[in-house]
């Protein structure tokens, strides 16, 4: 469907203050409905059961202090995340993802094991 010139326009304008505000905004929308609309209306069950069952996987990786199994499901996390155009998710999960490669947040240095 083609919106008029002037829908557009703002439409445009909008975004870009989302970007603005937030680097590349939270949630790149666009992506995100097409993919919600795939999931189940009444309970995404699908997509929060992804979620749910990595935090978790997650939480056992720190209890273990298993950096490796953190870092593998903070990059899965990571894609996933992208995928739904959830780009402070994806953030997140990058630093997670450098922690477990004992990493700064940042990813630059080697950190130190610390008993």
């Known amino acids: ?15 870009e203050k989302e970007q603005e505000g937030c680097g590349l905004g939270l949630v790149d929308h666009a992506v995100f409905d097409q993919l919600t609309d795939m999931d189940n209306e009444d309970d995404h069950e699908f997509s929060k059961s992804i979620a749910e069952t990595t935090f978790e996987q997650m939480d056992v990786a720190l209890d273990a202090k298993d950096l490796s199994e953190l870092s593998r499901l903070g990059h899965f996390l990571k894609g996933s995340s992208a995928f739904m155009g959830l780009r402070k998710v994806t953030a997140t999960c990058e630093k997670i993802q450098y922690v477990g490669n004992r990493r700064d947040g940042e990813g630059n240095a080697n950190v130190e094991d610390k008993a």
Do not use: G, I, R, V
């Not at 469907?1 to 975004?15: F, G, I, W, Y």
């Open 1 to 15: 469907m083609l919106l008029p010139p002037h829908t557009h326009e703002n439409n445009a304008k909008d975004s």
